[in-house]
C-alpha cells in the first residue's frame, strides 16, 4: 500500500492507560512540552520529545510545526445520533413528547437515500470541526441513512460505529420496520460494513418502548450471529419512560432487566443515559462489563435528570460522554464536558479537567472497547488527533494568562471553549479539518 510519513512538533497531553480511579488519572498523564508525532500510513510510528525524536524525520517529510498549540488525541463521542441534526434545540416538551413531535417527524426524511447523504456529509463535518474523530452514531430505521453514513465516513477513513435503528411499535408507521425486516436489513449491512476498513457495526434497538418482545429477541439473534458487533440503546433517561417500560415489560424486572434478558448487555453493549438506575442496575451493568453514555447538555436540556458519575467510578462502570445531538445542544466536546462539570457541581462533586480530558479521549475509547486502538499516542495506534488553540478569543487569551499551571489551562480551556478552540483536525494520520 501507500506510504506516508508525517511528522507534527508541538505540545502534546494524552492518558497513557485507561485507569479505575479518576484519581489514578494524573499519574498516567503525559505532558510533553515540545515533542514530535511521527506517523507511518495512518498509525503512530513514534511519539516522544522532540530533542529525541528529531533525527528519525527523513529529510523529505515537512515537520508540521504546532508548538504554542496544544495537541490532543482525537475525541470521542459515545452516543449521537446523526438524523437529529436539522432538529437540535427543538423548543420544549421532555422525552417522550419531544420523541413524538419533533424526533419521529425529522428522522422520516432518512428515507431518502439523497437526503441522507447529503445530511451525512453535513454530520460528518460538524464532528470534525468539533475535533471529534470517533463516536458512536444512530441512524434511522432505514439502512439507506446507514448506508450513506457508512459511505461518507469511509471516504476519509473515520474509526466510526453505526447502525441501523430497530423499532416496530410505539412510533408512527412510517418510522417502523418489523422483527423480519429488521433482522435482514441489520444482517446485510453488518456484512457490508461491519470491519469494513475502519467502520463497525452496532444493534441498535432504540430503546424498551420501540421494540417488541420479537424484535429483542431478533436483536439478540444478531448478536450471537455476529458477537463482535457492538449493541447501542437508551436507558433509564427519564421518570415517564422508565414508568412506561415497566408498564410494556411487567414480566422483566425493571427496565435494564429487559435488555438484558434478551442477551443485549456485555462488554460493547453500550447504554445512553442511565440517569435513574436502580442499585440493581448498577450491579447489573458492572457485572457484564457494559458501558454508559453520559450525555449532559441532553440531560439538561430534556429536563431528564443528573447522571451520577462518581457512582459509575464506584461500581465500575466505563463511562465515555455523548453529545447525544439533537437532545443534547452542541457537537462540541468541550461544551460537553463544560456541562459535565456543572450536573457534578449539582450534586456537590467536582469534575477535574485531568477527568474530563480523560472522559473524552482514552476513556470514551475503553467505554467503547477501542482503547486498543484509539485514545493515546502509543505506537502503534490510529493517528487521529486535535490541534487545540487554547486562545482563539480575547477572552480566552486573557484567561490563559492569568492561569498558571497545565490543569488550569485545560480546565479554562474546557469552559471557555467551543469550535473556535478546535484550529485542526487529523483523521488517519491526514489533516480533514483546517479552522479558517
Ligand atoms: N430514547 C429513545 N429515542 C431517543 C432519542 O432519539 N433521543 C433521546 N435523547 N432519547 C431517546
Ligand atoms: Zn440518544
Redesign the pocket.
Known amino acids: 500500500g501507500e506510504h506516508t510519513i508525517k511528522a507534527v512538533r508541538g505540545s502534546f497531553l494524552d492518558v497513557t492507560r485507561t485507569v479505575e480511579h479518576p484519581e489514578e488519572i494524573e499519574s498516567a498523564l503525559r505532558y510533553i512540552e515540545d515533542g514530535l508525532l511521527l506517523i507511518r500510513n495512518g498509525k503512530v510510528e513514534w511519539f516522544g520529545e522532540w530533542q529525541a525524536g528529531k533525527e528519525k524525520v527523513p529529510a523529505s517529510v515537512r515537520v508540521r510545526d504546532y508548538r504554542g498549540k496544544l495537541v490532543v488525541p482525537g475525541f470521542v463521542d459515545t452516543h449521537i445520533?446523526y438524523p437529529?441534526s436539522e432538529m437540535v434545540g427543538a423548543y420544549g416538551e421532555q422525552?417522550l413528547e419531544w420523541?413524538n413531535k419533533h424526533?419521529f417527524p425529522t428522522e422520516r426524511r432518512y428515507a431518502d437515500l439523497d437526503y441522507s447523504r447529503e445530511m451525512s456529509s453535513f454530520f460528518l463535518k460538524q464532528l470534525l470541526r468539533n475535533g471529534t474523530t470517533t463516536a458512536l452514531v444512530?441512524g434511522t430505521v432505514h439502512p439507506e441513512s446507514v448506508d450513506a453514513l457508512f459511505e461518507a465516513a469511509s471516504h476519509i477513513n473515520m474509526r466510526m460505529i453505526a447502525g441501523k435503528v430497530m423499532m416496530d411499535r410505539n412510533a408512527p408507521d412510517y418510522l417502523l420496520d418489523t422483527p423480519e425486516s429488521s433482522y435482514q436489513q441489520s444482517k446485510q449491512l453488518i456484512e457490508r460494513w461491519h470491519k469494513n476498513g475502519r467502520l463497525l457495526y452496532a444493534i441498535t434497538p432504540?430503546?424498551a418502548p420501540?421494540s417488541t418482545p420479537e424484535q429483542l429477541e431478533v436483536a439478540r439473534r444478531l448478536r450471537e450471529e455476529y458477537p463482535d458487533t457492538w449493541v447501542h440503546t437508551?436507558l433509564c433517561?427519564n421518570v415517564d419512560?422508565i414508568a412506561w417500560v415497566k408498564a410494556l415489560f411487567p414480566e422483566r424486572d425493571g427496565y435494564l432487566d429487559v435488555y438484558h434478558h434478551y442477551g443485549l448487555t456485555g462488554r460493547k453493549s453500550v447504554f445512553?443515559?442511565c440517569v435513574h438506575l436502580e442499585e440493581k442496575e448498577w450491579d447489573c451493568l458492572s457485572h457484564t462489563h457494559s458501558s454508559i453514555a453520559f450525555?449532559p447538555t441532553?440531560n439538561l436540556y430534556?429536563g431528564s435528570g443528573l447522571f451520577n458519575l462518581q457512582k459509575a467510578w464506584r461500581k465500575k462502570v466505563a463511562v465515555g460522554i455523548g453529545t447525544?445531538i439533537g437532545?443534547g445542544t452542541t457537537f462540541n466536546m468541550l461544551q460537553t464536558l463544560n456541562e459535565a462539570y456543572k450536573v457534578m457541581q449539582l450534586q456537590g462533586c467536582r469534575l477535574s479537567a485531568w477527568e474530563a480530558f480523560y472522559l473524552a479521549t482514552l476513556g470514551g475509547a475503553s467505554s467503547l472497547g477501542l482503547d486498543d486502538c484509539i485514545g493515546n499516542f502509543h505506537p502503534g495506534k490510529e493517528a487521529d488527533f486535535v490541534v487545540l488553540e487554547p486562545t482563539a478569543t480575547p477572552l480566552q487569551q486573557l484567561r490563559y494568562d492569568n492561569s498558571v499551571s497545565l490543569i488550569d489551562k485545560l480546565f479554562v480551556l474546557i469552559t471557555l471553549g467551543d469550535d473556535r478552540s478546535i484550529y485542526r483536525t487529523y483523521v488517519d494520520g491526514r489533516l480533514v479539518y483546517e479552522r479558517t
Open positions: 445520533h437529529q422525552l420523541l424526533t444512530f432504540r430503546f420501540t437508551h433517561e419512560e445512553a443515559h450525555c441532553s430534556l447525544d437532545a
